[in-house]
């Protein structure tokens, strides 16, 4: 839309109204600030979710992978045989087993529900989600044999224990007496005490060599499940199907969305309903600019007749309050964005400030499995919000620039 030099001169004007048009001013003033604050928090919580939902996803299946391949009766006694059937799936990338049980430990007293995870040595040191997590020891000293063992942060702090403790694992399925099942009890050294970031798991997981899992749990030479990765998660289901009939009537393959379905699918609820809610305030937005553009206009019906009767046409006088009300939403939409950014850039130290004002702990890891407030901005997502917002206050611009159009110059010259 090109705007003649008068016309740009007229909208300039408007946009600074005098000072007897300052309520019209302040009312255009709030139309640019819910502008700003409807865009700010659009991309801000939108940009939060996105980095929620790629942290949770990336150490979820960082621990857990993409699929897993779990025994019928907890036991895969052929595993070797499905390992190799599984790297040679095009598009599954690596293949690892494990050995996961959920047993108590206890230390000092202290008796806390664990996960027991048995990896070999070499998947240990170089898996993804552990490697570097270390916040004491260190993982490589979980050598087979060495009755050494890696435990959460939190499961730590729980029980009191740090590096040089001795744990002890609780087995209830022990050796069969006259007596009865007798549970092993086997004491553990902590050799390493990791932080993954997700509450769940510093909270409950013990790390040990597959080789004393084994020994721990009277497995023989069996494992649990395998765990699969592949190229793209999205399609797990598609990858992984030619490897259904070689495990057939061994086990069963679980992808990433059957074991966190629920989780997943609240998120994208979440997701679309606080969009939803927050676009509101876009609306709300728009009807600012409408109320102070026909305030505008009911104000400078004497301009406007005066312009037609000079020969102005129908459609500059649109253009003029068109550009008006959208360079108000413009303003507002640049502002939004600046901070928006800003607000996903200093977001730690505004839940600290919020924290601190309300005496209140609004991020707490144990309620959002998270350790640190995440965040990852999709430029395309945050365009999207930005052209969205132009598009409502264009919209916004119409009715009042239609009646601004509409103003008869001889009825208004006549009786103003």
């Known amino acids: 839309m090109l705007l003649s030099r008068y016309e740009r001169m007229i909208a300039r004007r408007y946009l600074l109204p005098g000072r007897s048009e300052a309520f019209i001013a302040v009312v255009a003033g709030f139309s640019l600030v819910a502008v700003m604050l409807g865009v700010a928090a659009l991309i801000a919580v939108m940009s939060i979710m996105n980095g929620f ?9 960082g621990l857990n992978g993409h699929a897993v391949v779990q025994g019928y009766s907890g036991q895969l006694r052929d595993w070797r045989e499905i390992v190799a059937a599984a790297k040679a799936t095009p598009g599954v990338t690596s293949a690892v087993p494990l050995i996961e049980q959920p047993l108590a430990i206890t230390y000092n007293g202290r008796l806390e529900a664990a996960q027991v995870r048995g990896m070999r040595y070499d998947d240990i040191i170089t898996n993804p989600a552990l490697k570097g997590k270390e916040v004491l020891g260190s993982l490589k000293r979980l050598t087979p044999g060495s009755e050494t063992v890696a435990i959460g942060s939190r499961l730590a702090e729980s029980l009191g224990a740090t590096i040089g403790s001795e744990i002890s694992v609780f087995n209830p399925q022990g050796a069969s007496t006259p007596f009865g099942t007798v549970p092993r009890i086997v004491k553990y050294k902590v050799g390493a005490i990791f932080e993954i970031g997700v509450y769940d798991f510093d909270k409950v997981f013990v790390i040990m060599p597959i080789e004393d899992a084994q020994t721990l749990l009277l497995l023989g030479d069996s494992v ?13 289901e598609k990858i992984v199907a030619p490897l259904v009939p070689k495990v057939e009537g061994r086990g069963q393959i679980v992808d990433w969305r059957q074991m966190n379905r629920e989780l ?8 679309i309903v606080t969009f939803t809610v927050l676009s509101i305030i876009l609306v709300v937005a728009s009807f600012n600019i409408i109320s102070s553009l026909i305030m505008l206009v ?22 003029i309050f068109v550009t008006v009300g959208t360079t108000i939403g413009a303003l507002g939409v640049a502002a939004g964005a600046i901070l928006g950014f800003l607000f996903i850039t200093f977001r730690a130290q505004v839940a600290s400030f919020i924290g601190l004002v309300t005496g209140q702990n609004i991020w707490d890891p144990s309620m959002r499995f998270l350790s640190e407030l995440p965040a990852r901005t999709d430029p395309f997502e945050a365009i999207g919000v930005c052209v969205m917002a132009l598009t409502f206050s264009f919209l916004a611009t119409l009715y009042p620039a239609w009646k601004a159009a509409k103003t008869d110059p001889v009825q208004v010259l006549r009786y103003e």
């Open 53 to 61: 939902r790629a942290e949770l996803f990336g150490k979820i299946t």
């Open 224 to 236: 649990s499940m395998i765990e699969m990765n592949t190229v793209d998660p999205d399609r797990v």
């Open 264 to 271: 997943f699918e609240a998120l994208g609820v979440d997701r």
């Open 298 to 319: 009911q104000s400078k019906r004497r301009d406007i007749a005066v312009l037609r009767t000079m020969g102005a046409s129908r459609g500059a006088l649109m253009r």
